[in-house]
């Protein structure tokens, strides 16, 4: 009886039912379905999560080589620099009151000026190529071992990179040979013609460095980029060294990083670093231009460094000094404003984003 009513009940509703199972089938197999893909999703997004990680990681690492890169390479940097402005030769002739003192002096002037700012030019270009450099080692690096894995030949090979990195040697080499004569050029049409008894404020001098830059940056008929990398393409075969698989991929690199040297970026940002890096540069000036006790102007007054000038004799000490502060491998507050730079890490990043990533992309 109890069976025969369940029947009658079935037949009557036998619709709803076929209906309901069919609802409720589909129900839990999508339900199974979306927590395949939400599984999947969250699979996925763990995976990206310790890429991301890994390459943060890694571009972390690469920007303390690069800085610990920069500065062992300053006290060579302003050694090449001395050997072939060197002042402390002529600061040791005029003790012994040569009878040609005032030539001697002039020369001094000339010499103390561009040495000085060839180091803050040097300095500057030294960062950023050396940012440029290491980060598309760093980038390719980053993908040889990503691709590694898979038992894929590295691009950067110990040997690629060594030969690469020595492209360097163009920027302490003919590179800087050749911005010590542009830039003596426009110290000599700058400052030639002022006598030694002239006396300028900071402001003054401000204005003199601004000239020498104008000629140099943009009276030279050449970018800035031409003294970091040698630009012809038999230098850059030479540095490569041979036609070996490994030498391809030096010169390609090499290539990629001109391209990068002449960006509209770079030049943003090596502008940026030159405007600090001059600006330090009269801020350490300007410990020397701060009115003494019992003079006219007090040291309060917005306008003192204007106001208070001082030989252009007295003056040439004093820059002729900077470089020890400029070229320091001590962690000086002139390598500090560049290196931490905001514009330079974003450049960074940007380079090492560009070289890690590309390849996965393509795939």
Known sequence: MMFSSAWNFVKRHKRKIIFTGVVVGGVYFLGKYAQKMIREMQEKEATEC????RRQFHF????????????????????????????????????????????I????????????????????????????????????????????????????????????????????????????????KAVQNSLGGL?????LSLLECEQQLSWIRAEVEAGSGR????????????????????????????IKLLNETRDMLDSPDFTTVLSACLDRGFSRLLDNMAEF????????????????????????????????GQINTICSETPSHFVQDLLLNDQVKEFAANVYETFSTSHELQK
């Open 289 to 320: 231009f701060r009115p003494q006790p019992g003079d006219c102007a007090p040291s309060s007054a917005p306008d003192s460094l204007s106001v208070v000038s001082l030989p252009l004799a007295k003056i040439i000490p004093i820059i002729n």
């Open 50 to 53: 310790i890429t991301q990680a």
């Open 60 to 103: 972390e690492s690469n920007q303390r080589t690069c800085n610990m890169t920069v500065l062992s390479m300053l006290p060579p940097l302003r050694e090449a620099i001395i050997k072939q402005l060197s002042s402390e030769s002529l600061t040791a002739l005029l003790k012994t009151k040569p009878a040609n003192k005032l030539e």
């Open 195 to 199: 006598s030694l008894k002239q006396s």
């Open 223 to 250: 970018p800035l980029s031409w003294y970091m990398l040698a630009d012809d393409e038999n230098a850059l075969a030479d540095q490569a060294c041979g036609l070996t698989e490994n030498d391809v991929m030096t």
């Open 105 to 184: 002096w002039e020369d001094l002037k000339i010499i103390s000026f561009t040495r000085t700012i060839v180091a803050v030019y040097s300095t500057c270009m030294l960062v950023v190529l050396l940012r440029v450099q290491l980060n598309i080692i760093g980038g390719y690096l980053y993908l040889d071992n990503f691709v590694g894995k898979n038992g894929m030949t590295a691009q950067t090979p110990p040997d690629v990179q060594h030969q690469y990195l020595s492209s360097i040697q163009h920027l302490l080499g003919d590179g800087l040979t050749e911005l010590m004569t542009v830039v003596k």
